[in-house]
């Protein structure tokens, strides 16, 4: 299983970034996780097949997952960025498959 995520930058307090997370294989299940410095990694979000998907409270509203089956990717809709959304972004298929981190800052 290989994972690939892609899409980080800089941008200002207030915009947007899409994550891309490629994947090898048919999942039934990605997590994107972030962490920031000096602090755990935390679960961001979840979809599930059939689409249904969870958020963490303090992106509920902001960020969306949605996948794309003929491309094998994962995306993550990040809008309305805030400077503490800044952190190492990170898609995982559990148990124990990670992809290799993509930096977001959010700065003016």
């Known amino acids: 299983v290989q994972l690939q995520a892609s899409g980080g930058g800089l941008v200002q307090p207030g915009g947007s970034l899409r994550l891309s997370c490629a994947v090898s294989?048919?999942?039934?299940?990605l997590d994107w996780y972030r962490q920031a410095p000096g602090k755990q990694r935390e679960l961001v979000g979840t979809?599930?097949?059939?689409?249904?998907?969870n958020y963490a409270d303090s992106v509920k509203g902001r960020f969306t997952i949605y996948g794309d089956n003929f491309k094998m990717t994962v995306y993550l809709q990040m809008n309305s960025l805030k400077p503490e959304d800044t952190a190492v972004y990170y898609c995982?298929?559990?148990?124990?498959?990670w992809g290799q981190g993509t930096q977001v800052t959010v700065s003016s």
């Open positions: 294989v048919t999942v039934r299940r």
């Open positions: 979809i599930e097949s059939g689409g249904v998907t």
């Open positions: 995982h298929i559990p148990p124990s498959f």
